[in-house]
C-alpha cells in the first residue's frame, strides 16, 4: 500500500514533468489554463505540485502540452522508484 509521502513524490514529480515540457514550450500559465478549459489557479496548483492531480485535469493539461498522459505517468513512476 502506498503512503502519503509516495503519493507526493508522484505528485511532484508529474509536476515537475508538467512544468518541464510548459517551459520548454514557452507557454503561459494563463494561455494553458485558456487552451485546457480549466481555472489558472487549477493549472497552476498542477504544475507547482500543491495539490493532488485530477484525472481530467491532468488528461487536458497533457493534450495542450501535447504529450500522453500515460506517457507522464510512466516517468512519474520512473523517477519516483529509482
Known amino acids: 500500500m502506498e503512503n ?3 503519493d507526493d513524490a ?3 514529480a508529474v509536476a515537475q514533468i508538467l512544468r518541464n515540457r510548459k517551459e520548454d514550450m514557452g507557454i503561459s500559465f494563463d494561455a494553458l489554463a485558456e487552451q485546457s478549459g480549466l481555472p489558472r489557479s487549477t493549472v ?3 504544475i507547482y505540485g500543491s495539490r493532488d492531480i485530477k484525472v481530467y485535469a491532468l ?9 500522453s498522459a500515460t506517457d507522464v505517468l ?4 520512473k523517477i519516483v522508484t529509482k
Open 59 to 67: 488528461r487536458r493539461i497533457t493534450a495542450v502540452l501535447e504529450m
Open 44 to 46: 497552476s496548483r498542477v
Open 10 to 12: 508522484y505528485n511532484k
Open 4 to 6: 502519503d509521502e509516495t
Open 74 to 77: 510512466d516517468e512519474a513512476d
